[in-house]
């Protein structure tokens, strides 16, 4: 399994942006599936985008669709989440999740073999 710490985290305003990074350690990463959830208080957990080993197909929850890019960098054993456009409901603590099952699928992340990192928390004021 990988060991993922998220950074990137902070207080922006309403239409703002932040980029998140999460950076790796251990082998292999670029045979893993990367994915970004968050968990506000009071909601569940949401699967917000992820993309595959080759960077090549990614995903995204439709609440982002459009404000949000999922990249990789293979090379620095690194996931990025640009946030464009922030809304105040984009507030809650940021997950970083590796997976070698299937990279679309939520529960290839929540199962017992999925990689977390510590989260990040991200405040969108209004």
């Known amino acids: 399994q990988l060991q993922l710490v998220e950074s990137g985290g902070g207080l922006v305003q309403a239409g703002g942006s932040l980029r998140l990074t999460c950076s790796a350690s251990?082998?292999?990463?670029?045979?893993?599936?990367l994915a970004w959830f968050r968990h506000a208080p009071g909601k569940e957990r949401e699967f917000v985008s992820a993309i595959a080993w080759s960077g090549g197909l990614t995903y995204y929850a439709d609440s982002v669709k459009g404000r949000f890019n999922i990249s990789r960098d293979n090379s620095k054993n690194t996931v990025y989440l640009q946030m464009n456009s922030l809304k105040p409901e984009g507030t809650a603590v940021y997950y970083c999740?590796?997976?070698?099952?299937?990279?679309?699928?939520?529960?290839?992340?929540?199962?017992?073999?999925?990689?977390w990192g510590q989260g990040t928390q991200v405040t969108v004021s209004s």
């Open positions: 251990g082998r292999a990463f670029k045979m893993y599936g």
């Open positions: 999740a590796a997976t070698l099952a299937t990279y679309y699928s939520a529960n290839s992340y929540l199962s017992d073999s999925g990689s």
